[in-house]
T-cell receptor, first 116, second 119 residues
Framework: AQSVSQHNHHVILSEAASLELGCNYS??????LFWYVQYPGQHLQLLLK??????LVKGIKGFEAEFIKSKFSFNLRKPSVQWSDTAEYFC??????????????FGKGTKLSVKP | NAGVTQTPKFQVLKTGQSMTLQCAQD?????MSWYRQDPGMGLRLIHY???????DQGEVPNGYNVSRSTTEDFPLRLLSAAPSQTSVYFC??????????????????FGPGTRLLVL
């Protein structure tokens, strides 16, 4: 079945620690890739996206993600997390079905808790 | 632009009651969709629409109806609410994909969500 997998359900880090959240998808062909963030009590906001070109994508707030096509992965990274990064992070894959409208498929999310 | 708006923010229903969750966007987006968010399940697509008059089912459509009479509005109807429909509902919109090559801005913009409790 087509799916988006996020490896960790809950990650707990101390401030200034480095972060890497895993995301793998199971589709072949062309995909568009996204990371969304949901801060407590808020709606989803786009963190970064990949459509084509440079596989290393930089987003807002110091986040970046690397698309590795051979591994079907799009891992999210941040060199030094802050307490304000505490949130839930969702990886999503948009798959276009040969010209017709595709849909966005989400992973189950990873909760990040950053200890001050 | 107000972006994507949803009403109400919070609703409590009794089993068997009906209600409509409203969603509107002012960005002239053709594609609109409804997701439900449940703990440990991520976001799951309920229904979507690629334009006025066109709707289709997503991953979890049972118990929900939608219609799209205008580009701006995409209401989600619960005809007979069940406790299993207790969830947070998000509406989203994006530009419709064009049938031309090149980069497509398929970024979806999300509304603030509706928290629904069915007793």
């Amino acid at each position: 079945a087509q799916s988006v997998s996020q490896h960790n359900h809950h990650v707990i880090l101390s401030e200034a620690a480095s972060l890497e959240l895993g995301c793998n998808y199971s589709y072949g062909g062309t995909v568009n890739l996204f990371w969304y963030v949901q801060y407590p009590g808020q709606h989803l906001q786009l963190l970064l996206k990949y459509f084509s070109g440079d596989p290393l994508v930089k987003g807002i707030k110091g986040f970046e993600a690397e698309f590795i096509k051979s591994k079907f992965s799009f891992n999210l990274r941040k060199p030094s997390v802050q307490w304000s990064d505490t949130a839930e992070y969702f990886c999503a894959v948009y798959r276009n079905y040969g010209g017709s409208q595709g849909n966005l498929i989400f992973g189950k999310g990873t909760k990040l808790s950053v200890k001050p | 632009n107000a972006g994507v708006t949803q009403t109400p923010k919070f609703q409590v229903l009794k089993t068997g009651q009906s209600m409509t969750l409203q969603c509107a966007q002012d960005m002239n987006h053709e594609y609109m969709s409804w997701y439900r968010q449940d703990p440990g399940m991520g976001l799951r697509l309920i229904h979507y629409s690629v334009g006025a008059g066109i709707t289709d089912q997503g991953e979890v459509p049972n118990g929900y109806n939608v219609s799209r009479s205008t580009t701006e509005d995409f209401p989600l109807r619960l005809l007979s609410a069940a406790p299993s429909q207790t969830s947070v509902y998000f509406c989203a919109s994006s530009r419709r994909r064009l049938k031309t090559s090149g980069r497509e801005q398929e970024t979806q913009y999300f509304g603030p969500g509706t928290r629904l409790l069915v007793l």
